[in-house]
């Protein structure tokens, strides 16, 4: 197959992997991979994903292929907060929470960092959509501070303190509710305590 039509056909979804393209092409020669990466069309993204070079700086695709490439994913823990401008640090890695195994990727779009959490805690995302209708996925605040805490040993106020949430947004536009009663769905009284902790941390 020539690359003009792989590009005609596949370059709408902006990246692909080899399982997708065979189920269509079982006789796809996979050397082809090799030789676009070499021309420069296409980058890959982890071993059997790749991705088209002409979307290297477009805004949002580095988080488009963060809930492609490793699935169930969905974006959250220190790249949601910093999405709603909740914490105040630069994030280099793109990190997510998923139910499968603990992994990292780096790529030309970004480094990629993937945490565990279990299947009954795979909830509280929202499509983001992009210019081009495309989405992907975005833990809400509540989710991303639960994630959070789920997932490190913040257990003081001043480890809570130490997180430097937004103060105007932790006051005006956090819904104590919602992750109160997040914490109380993933029924685990160690993160009901910490979410506690958290609430009165920021007087609330």
Not at 8 to 31: E, L
Not at 60 to 76: E, G, Q
Not at 149 to 155: F, G, I, M, S
Not at 192 to 198: A, P
Request: aromatic share 18%; with cysteine; charged share 20%.
């Amino acid at each position: 197959m020539k690359y003009t039509q792989f590009y005609s056909q596949w370059h709408q979804f902006a990246c692909f992997s080899t399982a997708q393209v065979a189920a269509i092409y079982p006789d796809f020669n996979r050397g082809n991979y090799l030789q676009w990466q070499k021309a420069g069309y296409i980058v890959s993204l982890r071993r059997g994903w790749y991705a088209f070079t002409d979307y290297l700086g477009q805004p949002d695709y580095a988080s488009y292929f963060a809930t492609k490439i490793y699935t169930p994913a969905y974006i959250s823990l220190h790249s949601a907060l910093a999405f709603y401008d909740i914490i105040p640090e630069a994030v280099i890695d793109i990190t997510c929470v998923t139910t499968l195994k603990t992994a990292r990727f780096s790529n030309p779009f970004a480094y990629y960092s993937y945490q565990t959490i279990r299947p009954d805690l795979f909830w509280g995302y929202e499509p983001k959509t992009m210019l081009d209708g495309k989405t992907y996925l975005m833990a809400t605040p509540e989710k991303a501070i639960l994630d959070l805490l789920y997932l490190y040993p913040y257990r003081t106020p001043q480890d809570m303190i130490d997180l430097r949430l937004d103060e105007h947004f932790m006051q005006s536009d956090f819904n104590k509710d919602t992750i109160l009663s997040f914490a109380q769905r993933a029924n685990k009284p160690a993160l009901l305590d910490r979410i506690n902790t958290l609430l009165k941390a920021y007087s609330l």
